[in-house]
């Protein structure tokens, strides 16, 4: 990609605590295999820093920035629901003699 | 072929048992199953759980509001199936999760709790082509050896046969599945979408009693099936159709049921036709009927009668596993999986265009 003026584009930070950095390492994972729909109109980056997921979207558009990160935060949710309720378990290991 | 020897199939017994969780999302139905491979050979459904969006009369499904819809069923349709099965995600080989073809944002909130669940337990994910999960399903309940399959549904309107490793499409609808002509007319006159549209369009079918002209569009081995949409809802225009059935004994009206059964025959009818020429094409003698409209009964009847006339049959599944399900993208994944076909997780995306011809079947001869 051609280098592009971002100066004026919008951006936007979000952080979001994790109870572990492992559990915020498994959302960078699960996230960020999906590509933005329009990566020409917004830049999008996923970290880990301590036990918290940090994403910044860089938008040409208002509305971009918007829907952007409202996607982003129903996916951030689905997977925080995801890993509170299997997580325990997962961790726990195999319990009794498998099948 | 008749008269070849039967190739051995790569496919060897399990040395173990082999289990799987299926999670099916690409259109309304929000499906998770586990299935078991045993080393005697045989295979078991464990569990099969389906939770189905379904929209006001009238109303078609958005994927924005149906990939809201699978978020929020995720997690009680999986512990369900889970439950149900008697096992905990520790004891699966394999998480298989529908690759696609379908609807883009359903589809990837599924995969996003397939990727999670990987990561979370350390298991492999296994990428699935929706039309071939609805094929190895079939083949696996009715036991059909070598058929041409009808895979019929909302999404996608095909004739498959097997050769050498691959599901090869021998016809196609040109434009819309006929699950979707059936759907879309199905909203034009208001019909409930529970349990669901093509199921309420049968019963009104059933009390049609006229046979009005429709275009019949076959093209070769094709079918085109959105003219024939539009000309069923013009008929809804004509000063003849009266939407509530009241009419004065022998006057000529249209109602809702002569249309649904009008549409159904002729539908149906080309669909058969389209089948018949890939059996004759390959000489086959067993017809499959796949995916959701493989419920419909009439279609059933009709494809019968025609595989009858060929010294055939045909083989349909029940609801449980014509609709859009999770246990057949276990089944399918887990065929996969023992052929060694593992999916990374950076390659775990989701795709809308996928097409059956695209996946090799290692499994078969």
Redesign the interface.
């Known amino acids: 990609m051609t280098d592009v003026d971002h100066s004026s584009w919008h951006k936007v930070t979000v952080r979001i605590p994790f109870a572990s950095e492992k559990h915020a390492v498994?959302?960078k994972?699960?996230?960020e295999?999906?590509?933005e729909l329009q990566p020409q109109a917004v830049v999008r980056t996923i970290d880990v820093e301590g036990d918290e997921l940090v994403a910044t979207f860089t938008t040409l558009t208002v509305r971009l920035a918007r829907l952007t990160l409202n996607a982003f935060l129903?996916?951030v949710?689905?997977?925080i629901?995801?890993?509170h309720?299997?997580?325990e378990?997962?961790e726990r290991?195999?319990?009794r003699n498998?099948? | 072929m008749p008269g070849k020897p039967r190739k051995r199939s790569p496919l060897k017994l399990p040395e173990k048992p082999y289990i799987a969780l299926g999670l099916e999302g690409s259109a309304n139905k929000l499906g998770a199953g586990v299935v078991k491979h045993s080393p005697d050979g045989s295979t078991t459904v464990l569990s099969n759980v389906r939770h189905t969006y379904i929209t006001p009369p009238g109303e078609g499904f958005l994927p924005r509001d149906t990939a809201q819809h699978h978020r929020q069923w995720a997690m009680s349709v999986i512990k369900d199936s889970l439950q149900k099965a008697g096992i905990s995600l520790h004891e699966i080989d394999c998480i298989c999760y529908t690759k696609g073809p379908g609807m883009g944002a359903p589809l990837t909130s599924v995969a996003l709790v397939a990727r999670t669940l990987s990561l979370l337990y350390h298991k492999p994910l296994v990428g699935v082509n929706h039309c071939v999960g609805h094929i190895e399903m079939g083949r696996q309940i009715t036991g059909a050896q070598n058929p041409v399959v009808l895979y019929v549904s909302g999404g996608n309107t095909q004739v498959i046969a097997y050769s050498q490793q691959c599901y090869r499409i021998f016809g196609e609808t040109l434009d819309i599945a006929v699950g979707n002509c059936l759907d879309r007319f199905a909203r034009v006159i208001n019909l409930p979408n529970d349990p669901s549209p093509g199921y309420n369009i049968e019963q009104e079918a059933k009390k049609g009693k006229r046979l009005l002209p429709l275009p019949y569009t076959t093209k070769g081995m094709d079918v085109s099936l959105s003219g024939i949409l539009t000309s069923t809802e013009a008929y809804t225009l004509d000063k003849r159709f009266r939407p509530d059935c009241l009419a004065a004994e022998g006057e000529d009206v249209i109602t809702p049921q002569d249309l649904c059964f009008s549409l159904q025959e002729t539908v149906f009818a080309m669909l058969v036709e389209i089948t018949e020429r890939a059996m004759a094409h390959i000489g086959s003698k067993e017809v499959l009927i796949v995916g959701g409209v493989g419920c419909n009964e009439r279609l059933q009847e009709m494809m019968g009668v025609m595989a009858g006339e060929r010294g055939g049959q045909v083989f349909a599944t029940d609801e449980r596993f014509c609709i859009d399900n999770g246990i057949m993208i276990a089944q399918a994944g887990l065929l996969s999986y023992r052929m060694g076909f593992q999916t990374p997780i950076t390659k775990s995306t989701c795709t809308q265009r996928f097409r059956t011809d695209e996946v090799r079947v290692a499994w078969r001869a």
Do not use: H, S
Request: aromatic residues 4%.
């Open positions: 498994i959302a994972q699960v996230i295999v999906d590509k129903e996916n949710d689905l997977v629901r995801t890993i309720e299997f997580g378990e997962a290991g195999p319990q498998a099948l």
